[in-house]
């Protein structure tokens, strides 16, 4: 864990206030104003979709093995042929810079201390070129652009920043319904309004250490990331245009992204398995199950109730899957179910927005407290022995790996 004898008082004081996952959304609520607050808890409509995350892991129970000797219990997990300290990463966050200075270069500092994989956020306002001089900042997810030549331009300036693994979101033809973003204060393009002006007011802390050093360092911010050049200023008309135009895409796209990209290429925002197989016939390296948390479409599967299913027909490929993760006991049902690794994203950011590296170092450690706390009560010493017999479904009736 993080030491805490270099860190400032405030830092100190927020880091022992935070003892799971939970606690630092609660934590982050007070300390962010309203609508930067409202933009990350944001779930479409009436929250279904979020809900069917949290409820998915109810269908199942851990069945524990007894007097199984974990003097020694390893966390260690392989993907792409790295190995990581833990079965779990930082999902892609949009504008993570409105939570904490700087937002994705904390995000990736501290997931290169835990040796944890982060996803760099397309939808992001720091320069990737940035992002990616981070050791084992390598990942990048992308909102495709809207023509062939956009998309050549903006995969060729992340390979030349160094990315090696590509993720492409494949679920984002149109933006989601903003109404609860709305409701909230956040608009985008961002509206200076007296609302926010006065959250802003009410929180000096993220006042003067966020927004106004953002300023006086940077200016405005833009979004970075969405083309080959720099898109436009959050609070430019421009800026929703940088999320639209991709009505008309199909799978030829994906076709034109594995010709374009050589590196590892994976998906994300993948449900049904029939996606799934398509994907993989476009020759894909891996595939993130994903219902980005409840933000999209309300009523949506949750991507735990679908995995077994898909790794029924895909047996071969690396699954990865995020939403709704909040416990070590969500992650091992995951995996146990076929996941070969999970992706968390609001904790981490809400970690970022209390205590910044260290807030995001300390969450990562306490999710890898909670995992090789609960393998050793499981009866499991490495993250492979983690599969279907860990398992039973809530009624008892049959394997929880046999499909949905």
Same mark, same amino acid.
């Not at 509206?191 to 200016?219: C, Q």
């Given at each position: 864990?993080a030491s805490?004898s270099?860190?400032s008082?405030w830092?100190?004081?927020?880091l022992?206030r935070?003892?799971?996952?939970?606690d630092v959304e609660r934590?982050a609520?007070?300390?962010l104003?309203?609508?930067?607050y409202g933009?990350?808890?944001?779930?479409a409509?009436?929250?279904?979709?979020?809900?069917?995350?949290v409820d998915?892991f109810?269908a199942y129970?851990?069945?524990?093995?007894a007097f199984?000797?974990?003097?020694k219990?390893?966390l260690e997990?392989?993907?792409?042929?790295?190995?990581y300290?833990a079965?779990f990463?930082?999902?892609?966050?949009?504008?993570?810079?409105?939570?904490?200075y700087?937002?994705?270069l904390?995000?990736?500092?501290?997931?290169?201390?835990?040796?944890?994989?982060m996803?760099?956020?397309?939808?992001?306002?720091?320069?990737?070129?940035d992002v990616?001089?981070?050791?084992?900042?390598?990942w990048?997810q992308?909102?495709?652009?809207g023509t062939?030549e956009?998309?050549e331009?903006?995969l060729?300036?992340?390979?030349?920043a160094?990315?090696e693994?590509l993720?492409?979101?494949l679920?984002?033809?149109v933006?989601p319904n903003?109404d609860n973003?709305r409701?909230a204060?956040f608009?985008s393009?961002?509206?200076?309004?007296?609302?926010l002006?006065?959250?802003?007011l009410?929180?000096?802390e993220?006042?003067?250490?966020?927004f106004?050093?953002t300023?006086?360092r940077?200016?405005?911010?833009?979004?970075?990331?969405?083309?080959a050049e720099r898109g436009?200023?959050?609070?430019?008309?421009r800026?929703?245009?940088?999320?639209?135009g991709?009505?008309?895409?199909?799978w030829g796209?994906l076709?034109?992204?594995?010709r374009l990209?050589?590196k590892?290429?994976i998906?994300?925002?993948v449900?049904?398995?029939?996606?799934a197989?398509?994907a993989?016939? $476009?020759g894909v !390296?891996?595939?993130? =199950?994903?219902?980005?948390? %409840?933000? *999209?479409l309300? /009523?949506?599967i949750?991507?735990?109730?679908v995995?077994?299913e898909?790794?029924?027909?895909?047996?071969?490929?690396p699954?990865?899957?995020?939403s709704?993760f909040?416990?070590?006991t969500?992650?091992l049902?995951?995996?146990?179910l076929?996941a070969?690794?999970?992706f968390v994203?609001?904790?981490?950011?809400?970690a970022?927005a209390c205590?910044g590296?260290?807030?995001?170092?300390?969450?990562?450690?306490?999710?890898e407290s909670?995992?090789?706390r609960d393998?050793?009560?499981?009866g499991v010493t490495?993250i $492979?022995e983690? !599969?279907?017999?860990? =398992?039973?479904?809530?009624a %008892?009736? *049959?394997?929880? /790996?046999?499909?949905?």
């Amino acid at each position: 864990m993080a030491s805490h004898s270099r860190h400032s008082f405030w830092t100190r004081r927020a880091l022992a206030r935070i003892h799971n996952l939970h606690d630092v959304e609660r934590l982050a609520k007070r300390k962010l104003p309203r609508p930067i607050y409202g933009y990350i808890a944001h779930v479409a409509e009436d929250g279904r979709t979020q809900r069917a995350n949290v409820d998915a892991f109810a269908a199942y129970r851990l069945l524990p093995r007894a007097f199984v000797n974990v003097a020694k219990v390893s966390l260690e997990t392989e993907l792409f042929g790295r190995r990581y300290a833990a079965p779990f990463g930082i999902a892609p966050m949009g504008i993570s810079a409105l939570s904490v200075y700087q937002g994705d270069l904390v995000l990736a500092r501290a997931a290169a201390a835990r040796n944890v994989p982060m996803i760099m956020s397309g939808s992001s306002l720091v320069p990737l070129e940035d992002v990616a001089k981070v050791d084992g900042a390598d990942w990048f997810q992308v909102y495709l652009p809207g023509t062939p030549e956009g998309i050549e331009a903006l995969l060729a300036r992340a390979a030349r920043a160094g990315f090696e693994k590509l993720v492409v979101t494949l679920d984002y033809p149109v933006p989601p319904n903003p109404d609860n973003m709305r409701k909230a204060g956040f608009s985008s393009p961002l509206v200076p309004t007296l609302r926010l002006a006065l959250d802003g007011l009410l929180r000096p802390e993220w006042l003067l250490n966020t927004f106004a050093r953002t300023l006086k360092r940077h200016g405005m911010p833009h979004f970075e990331n969405n083309h080959a050049e720099r898109g436009a200023p959050m609070v430019s008309r421009r800026a929703a245009r940088d999320f639209s135009g991709r009505r008309h895409f199909d799978w030829g796209y994906l076709d034109l992204v594995r010709r374009l990209w050589p590196k590892t290429l994976i998906v994300k925002g993948v449900l049904n398995p029939d996606d799934a197989v398509r994907a993989c016939d $476009a020759g894909v !390296d891996g595939i993130i =199950l994903s219902n980005h948390g %409840g933000r *999209q479409l309300d /009523g949506t599967i949750s991507p735990l109730t679908v995995l077994p299913e898909i790794r029924r027909r895909l047996p071969t490929m690396p699954l990865m899957i995020d939403s709704g993760f909040r416990r070590g006991t969500d992650v091992l049902t995951a995996l146990a179910l076929g996941a070969d690794f999970v992706f968390v994203g609001r904790p981490f950011n809400y970690a970022a927005a209390c205590a910044g590296q260290a807030g995001v170092e300390h969450v990562i450690a306490l999710l890898e407290s909670e995992i090789e706390r609960d393998m050793a009560l499981l009866g499991v010493t490495a993250i $492979a022995e983690v !599969d279907q017999r860990c =398992l039973y479904c809530a009624a %008892g009736e *049959q394997a929880a /790996g046999s499909g949905v």
